[in-house]
């Protein structure tokens, strides 16, 4: 079975810092990762994915995720934190599914926290 | 409409009863997923609809747990004599489904489900 995993709870940065959140995955074959944020009361966002091709992957608001497939990581990467990307964010693997359709198995979840 | 619809957003219901949730995916979406998200944790795969069957219902806990899209669109997750462990947030996402597609999930904000 495909899973991630998000080894911190919660991570606290000051506001300016770089920030990293951590994921690691165990799939067969090729990975497809995924990177969503929730606000609180709000439904998943989606923030960027890799496919294939550069281990370095742009997403939305200045995000960005590294891949590793020697350490089996898709850790996600701000270079300057801000208090607004306080959320939580779960890492995720794709499964395809019958007809088509793609199934997400997510992480626990890591809590940002992200202070003046 | 421009997102992933989903009402009640809250509901509470004594232990025992019947619960319907509703979900209206975007537009032209063919794929529609039901997801539980309980507190701590990241959201666990219940149902997949490719147009309006199941695909996929691996993640349904038991037979109180059903779901319908009868027309292929709209989807009502229903729940049966109802146990305080089936509170949680309950969320569904649609995406598009052709070809190519890589996985990506759009989210409603969830039915937030508390069984007294």
Not at chain 1, 105 to 111: A, I, L, P, S, W
Not at chain 2, 59 to 82: C, H, M, W, Y
Request: hydrophobic share 30%; with cysteine; aromatic share 12%.
């Amino acid at each position: 079975a495909q899973s991630v995993a998000q080894p911190e709870d919660q991570v606290n940065v000051a506001e300016g810092n770089p920030l990293t959140v951590k994921c690691t995955y165990s799939v067969s074959g090729n990975p497809y990762l995924f990177w969503y944020v929730q606000y609180p009361n709000r439904g998943l966002q989606f923030l960027l994915k890799y496919i294939t091709g550069d281990n370095l992957v742009k997403g939305s608001y200045g995000f960005e995720a590294e891949f590793n497939k020697s350490q089996t990581s898709f850790h996600l990467k701000k270079p300057s934190a801000l208090v607004s990307d306080s959320a939580l964010y779960f890492c995720a693997v794709r499964e395809r599914v019958t007809g088509g359709g793609n199934k997400l198995t997510f992480g626990t979840g890591t809590q940002l926290k992200v202070e003046l | 409409g421009a997102g992933v619809s989903q009402t009640p957003s809250n509901k509470v219901t004594e232990k025992g009863k019947y619960v319907e949730l509703r979900c209206d995916p975007i537009s032209g979406h063919t794929a529609l997923y039901w997801y539980r998200q309980s507190l701590g944790q990241g959201p666990e795969f219940l149902i997949y609809f490719q147009g309006t069957g199941a695909a996929d219902d691996s993640g349904l806990p038991n037979d109180r747990f059903f779901a319908v899209r009868p027309e292929g669109s709209v989807s009502t997750l229903k729940i049966q004599r109802t146990e305080r462990g089936d509170s949680a947030v309950y969320l569904c996402a649609s995406s598009l489904t052709y070809r190519g597609n890589t996985g990506e999930l759009f989210f409603g904000e969830g039915s937030r489900l508390t069984v007294l």
